[in-house]
């Protein structure tokens, strides 16, 4: 395929999108690509319908799964037919849209006990074994981050990001970084990541730096946000700002504001959170984010066009 920007790109390319031209087409939009997260093992909103689907029919270019095991695959809404090891190649024929996942990198040092949802499973660690399963199973993208109180430290990403790297090559996109503190109170608030945590993630392999979105985690101002997204594009990696506090069920104006300060902070990538309402953010916000970053035309062009072409 020719090199296109991602605004452009229909589910056929995607389909055939190696990591360079991924990569390509994520720069060539200019600040203009919006990333859906979706919990895999919630209930879907509307019951069976996956809420992948649901976001992108409100605009989102790449879905991102998280809490899905690896070893045990299943994403809540699929058609019962579908084959654990095709889980994710059909999950993105439905949709039309490039797929992530989320793998955690707890630190040993830090790791917690708890019964909550996020309790983390072998097949949700971020090791090369599981790396390699997704990717055979079709995510184009591997993010490494932390869900809520499982000891998720930056030190922890960047020997993850490394070893995956060396396992994986090119095969895939890899974004690292964190959007609240995972259980690390030390690395949380404005001291949730550092210039050299940007370059040590980009040196030891990463394609993307993860942040948190101005205005979700104290102390993340746009300067501060922007001084960190510099940090990424200094050392050749991108930066994707992330909602990961729960704004995403915030109000739309809340929604468009943090959009806005994003893409002022440089964001080439603008991620929305998985827990307005438990599993996905509030649809209407996923809209609103997409229009405020890239206005009517190019929203309504993602939601309409076909995944058949």
């Known amino acids: ?5 991602l605004l452009d790109c229909c589910n056929s390319d995607f389909q055939v999108m190696d990591k ?14 919006l990333v859906s997260e979706s919990i895999a093992i919630t209930q879907p909103l ?7 689907e649901l976001a992108a029919s409100q605009g989102a270019d790449i879905i991102l799964v998280n809490m899905f095991d690896s070893e045990n695959p299943q994403i809540m809404g699929m058609p019962a037919e579908t084959k654990p090891e095709q889980m994710l190649h059909e999950l993105q024929r439905l949709t039309g849209r490039i797929i992530g996942v989320n793998l955690e990198a707890v ?19 971020a090791t090369p074994e599981n790396a390699r399963r997704l990717i055979k199973m079709g995510a184009k993208i591997i993010v490494l981050t932390g869900n809520p109180n499982n000891g998720v430290s930056n030190q922890a990403l960047g020997d993850a990001v490394k070893s995956i790297k060396e396992a994986v090559g090119d095969e895939v996109v890899i974004v690292s970084g964190k959007m609240h503190g995972a259980g690390i109170v030390r690395e949380s608030g404005s001291s949730i990541i550092s210039e050299e945590d940007v370059a040590t993630f980009a040196r030891q392999g990463a394609d993307i730096v993860l942040l948190p979105a101005p205005g979700t985690v104290p102390g993340m101002s ?25 704004q995403e069920g915030a109000d739309v104006s809340s929604i468009r504001q943090i959009a806005l300060w994003s893409k002022m902070a440089g964001a080439d990538l603008h991620h929305i959170g998985d827990t307005g309402y438990m599993g996905m953010a509030l649809p209407e916000n996923i809209l609103a984010y ?20």
């Not at 395929?1 to 920007?5: E, H, L, S």
């Not at 360079?20 to 690509?33: H, K, N």
């Not at 509307?46 to 992948?52: C, E, G, I, K």
């Open 290 to 309: 997409s229009i405020a970053i890239r206005g009517v035309r190019h929203t309504y062009n993602r939601i309409a066009r076909s995944v058949c072409r």
């Open 107 to 125: 630190d040993p040092n830090f790791a917690t006990q708890h019964n909550d949802i996020w309790k983390m499973k072998p097949g949700r660690a």
């Open 46 to 52: 509307l019951n069976s319908v996956t809420n992948a």
């Open 222 to 246: 746009i300067d501060r946000v922007s001084q960190l997204v510099d940090a990424a594009h200094i050392n050749g990696a991108l930066a994707m700002t992330a909602i990961g506090t729960s």
């Open 1 to 5: 395929m020719t090199t296109k920007r």
């Open 20 to 33: 360079a031209l991924l990569l390509y087409a994520i720069r060539a939009s200019e600040g203009r690509v």
